[in-house]
Structure formats: structure tokens, C-alpha cells
């Protein structure tokens, strides 16, 4: 019930953004929510996926001025240099890893609060969605790669005003983090670009019948470029396309569905979308993760971590959709709809489902240091490890 609630207080926080979005109310709100995204993810103590292998690794690192020092130990390391440095830095100033969850969080949902409005008026709107669409995975599982996508994701507003140099160097500090980062680089020159409605829907729809009929082409090629790219990338590919965990087709599912629901709605509003402010870019991010879901249906892990860079686009579009409605019941209806369609993404963490069984109950690392007892991390960490591999089955 707990991320239920937090949910709840975020929409009705988004309903004011809604009523009441000049400056300062604006401001005032997303700041709240911010500070509660923050709180969640930062202070979760054996809460949470891949804890405890965030856990091991950051008892691996030498210590800052060792890697300053010795900078080529950065290149023998399990993790790229940017996150390397920040676990070091933490370990030297005498942190945990709970000082990095909270460290790691604070940036990310900074940067995403920061960039929200620079692209929407209903910024905590951005907010409810990243919570309900992206938020459980990259901040409490991927928290590498959500500093990586909260910063391209930064980057984003120095494409329309052409400033090359801030965004680049946005998505080279992200590279650091995560290596995928890197396709943002050549996206510089093609986001915002304007097409007709019906070639996006001709190529996703494409995609579509393609992951229905099931007709393998992918993991061939993905298996071929990955031993192009030398012995450690050729084996992380196996993995991900040979375990029985990973390898798995993405089938017909809910998601399938509102995805394609999503896409239609948009697609009927694009013209007054392409009048705002980086409306064609958030657009054409969010067709690039739809694009990844259906034709990488063979590769369902690599597609889902792929996607998250592209579908961030998606916390600002929806708030976007809001704005071109000219009444305010159409907004407050549309804010229903995306209530619901967020909802429906992490109903398992807010449902209590046994595949989340490493979310409930939320355990807070303030409160447990305050009242120590036996924490149950890692019995439901297995848990929901077991629940997650018998649903791949």
C-alpha cells in the first residue's frame, strides 16, 4: 500500500499542477514531489532490485585519491569511469552504499525535475509519470543507468536552440554511466525533425504484425555486432540472448495493447504537438521506444534496457497531450486516462504481486537505524528473483 499512497499523493499533486501552473505554484509543486521521489528510492534499505549486488561491488572500489592517482585501474573496473569515481568519492568521504542510493537518486530525479519544465508547463504531471512508468525499474533496480538516462534525458533541451556542445557533453557524462548512452549522439540531428502520421504508424505498425507472426530476425544480428565489438560485450550478448531468464519473446500482453492505444491518441493530436516547444522531440523519442519494443521482441531484456533512454520522452509527451486540450474537464479527464495508464505499468509493486516481493513491504533505512531489527532483503529479494524467473518459464 505504500508506493500506492505516494501514487496517489502524486496525482493529486498533478491535479494542482493542472488548476495552478505559473512559475511559482509550478515550482513549489514539483519540488515537493521531487523531495518524495527522492525519499522513496534514497532512503529504501534492502528494498528493491539488484541491492545486493550494488552492495558487493561497492565494496570492491579502491578509494578516490587511489583512482586519481592510478586513473588506469579505472579501465580494469566492472563499471564504467563516471560511476566508478562516484562510489570511490562516497567510499572515501566514509559513505555506505545507502549513501549512494541516496546520492544517486538525488541527481536523477534533479536532473528530471530541472528539465521537466524547460519542456512543459505541467511538469509534475512528468513527475506522476516517470513514478508510474519508469521510476521502480531505473531508481530502484538500474540506478547506473538511470543517472545515464536522467541526463540525456538534461540534454534534450539544448537540441531545439542548436547548442551542440552543452548536449554532447551532457551525453558524454552519460556514457560514463552507461555505455548505451552513446546512441543519443547521432539523435542530435534527427529529433527534431517533423514526419507525417502515417509513417509512424506504418513502421510500428509494421513492428507490430511482425512480433505477432513471430518471425525471428534480431538476435542473428544483435549476437553478430556484439563479436564485432571484442570478448566482453560477445559474452554479455550470449547471456542475454541464450539464458533462459533473458531469452525470452515478448508476447501479446497488456502492454502491447496500451502502447499501440498511446500511439493512436497521440498520433491524433501531432499537429498541435509539433507546435510546441520540443513537442516533435519527445515524439519522436517515444516512436524510437516503441520501435524498440515490438521489432527487438526477441530480445525482451536487451529491448526493455534499450528503451528506457527513449521512453523517458514519454514524461514529457503525455503532460504535452494535456496542454493542447482547450477545456479544463478534457484536461482533467485526460489526466484520468494517464492516471490509469501509469497505474497499470507498476500494478504489480502497487498490488503487492509476488513477482515484487523485493518492493513490499518498503523498508526505510532511517527508520532502521533508529529501531535496528532483522531485515527480510533478502528473503524477498529471492523471492521475487523465483516469481521473476517462473513467469519467464
Known amino acids: 500500500m505504500f508506493y500506492l499512497i505516494c501514487f496517489g499523493i502524486l496525482f493529486l499533486l498533478a491535479l494542482l499542477n493542472v488548476q495552478m501552473h505559473d512559475r511559482l505554484s509550478s515550482q513549489l509543486l514539483s519540488g515537493l514531489s521531487a523531495i518524495l521521489l527522492i525519499c522513496i528510492a534514497g532512503l529504501r534499505y534492502e528494498t528493491g532490485g539488484d541491492w545486493d549486488t550494488y552492495a558487493k561491488l561497492f565494496a570492491t572500489f579502491p578509494s578516490f585519491s587511489r583512482l586519481i592517482g592510478h586513473p588506469v585501474e579505472l579501465f580494469h573496473l566492472q563499471v564504467e569511469e563516471g560511476f566508478a569515481l562516484l562510489n570511490a568519492f562516497i567510499k572515501s568521504l566514509g559513505g555506505t552504499v545507502q549513501h549512494l542510493f541516496f546520492v544517486v537518486t538525488t541527481i536523477n530525479i534533479t536532473l528530471i525535475a530541472c528539465a521537466l519544465p524547460k519542456f512543459t508547463k505541467y511538469p509534475v504531471v512528468g513527475l506522476l509519470c516517470y513514478y508510474g512508468l519508469l521510476y521502480f525499474q531505473l531508481e530502484m533496480i538500474y540506478i547506473r543507468q538511470a543517472t545515464a538516462v536522467a541526463l540525456c534525458f538534461f540534454a534534450l533541451q539544448y537540441i531545439r536552440p542548436r547548442r551542440i556542445v552543452p548536449y ?97 491518441v497521440v498520433m491524433f493530436f501531432k499537429r498541435k504537438i509539433d507546435e510546441l516547444p520540443n513537442g516533435t522531440i519527445m515524439l519522436n523519442m517515444f516512436a524510437l521506444s516503441l520501435v524498440l519494443y515490438y521489432y527487438c521482441f526477441e530480445l525482451v531484456e536487451v529491448s526493455n534496457r534499450t528503451r528506457m533512454f527513449f521512453l523517458i520522452g514519454i514524461i514529457a509527451l503525455l503532460p504535452m497531450v494535456l496542454e493542447v486540450l482547450p477545456l479544463f474537464l478534457e484536461r482533467l479527464a485526460g489526466m484520468l486516462v494517464i492516471m490509469l495508464y501509469c497505474f497499470s505499468f507498476s500494478r504489480g509493486i502497487f498490488l503487492e504481486a509476488p513477482q515484487a516481493a523485493a518492493y513490499n513491504p518498503y523498508q526505510n533505512y532511517i527508520e532502521y537505524k533508529i529501531h535496528p531489527r532483522p531485515s527480510t532483503g533478502k528473503q524477498r529479494l529471492e523471492q521475487s528473483k523465483k516469481a521473476f524467473r517462473n513467469e519467464r518459464k
Request: net charge neutral; hydrophobic share 65%; aromatic share 16%.
Open 168 to 264: 554532447l557533453l551532457f551525453i558524454l557524462l552519460a556514457c560514463t554511466f552507461h555505455r548505451v548512452a552513446a546512441l543519443m549522439i547521432p539523435l542530435y540531428f534527427f529529433l527534431d525533425r517533423r514526419l507525417p502520421e502515417w509513417l509512424y504508424l506504418s513502421i510500428i505498425g509494421f513492428g507490430a504484425i511482425l512480433m505477432l507472426a513471430g518471425i525471428p530476425w534480431i538476435q542473428t544480428i544483435f549476437l553478430t555486432v556484439a563479436g564485432w565489438l571484442g570478448e566482453n560485450y560477445a559474452a554479455k550478448a550470449e547471456i542475454y540472448a541464450e539464458n533462459a531468464m533473458f531469452a525470452v519473446n515478448r508476447g501479446l500482453s497488456i502492454g502491447f495493447i496500451l502502447n499501440l492505444a498511446i500511439l493512436i
